[in-house]
């Protein structure tokens, strides 16, 4: 079929699709709008990595989609991607494809990497145990020396009453 030509034909390479669903598709049928995505990606040759099903989501502004003679606005939208592998051919089909589904209001590809890049938490500060506290009027480049626990504990008694 096309897809063992397309995938001779060039070099692979790793995208990232990210996609913006219409809101007026109802709830139930945003699986098989996702489908139709997969089943177009499929079509020319795209190996899945990663996706992340779509969630509806507030848009920063009003965006316009003709489908038509009808002018809709959509002021929220259900965001997804997929990740895949496919060949460099086959990108500008895909993009055609793509722009042609009434259901897209938005969609964006992007070379990437393999490995998750996506941070899971965030990274919080916490000053180790050893690391020296600074206070108002401390002198810069001043090493201070460990107190004992007698001296912590005047001090917490002092601070408390």
């Not at 496919?86 to 992007?110: F, G, Q, W």
Request: charged share 30%; glycine share 4%.
């Amino acid at each position: 079929m096309e897809k063992t030509e397309v995938q001779n034909d060039s070099k692979m390479k790793i995208y990232e699709l990210g996609y913006l669903l219409v809101s007026t598709i109802a709830e139930e049928n945003v699986a098989a709008e996702v489908g139709i995505i997969k089943a177009l990606l499929e079509k020319h040759g795209a190996e899945f990595i990663s996706e992340d099903f779509p969630k509806i989501r507030p848009l920063a502004f009003t965006m316009l989609k003709s489908i038509g003679s009808q002018r809709n606005r959509h002021d929220k939208g259900y965001f997804g991607w997929i990740k895949f592998e496919t060949a460099t051919s086959a990108m500008p089909l895909i993009k055609a494809e793509l722009a042609k589904n009434d259901h897209i209001l938005r969609s964006l590809i992007i070379e990437t990497v393999r490995e998750n890049t996506m941070v899971t938490q965030k990274m919080i500060f916490k000053p180790s145990a050893d690391a020296p506290v600074k206070k108002e009027g401390d002198v810069e480049g001043e090493v201070k020396a460990p107190i004992s626990e007698e001296e912590l504990d005047k001090t917490i008694e002092n601070l408390v009453v």
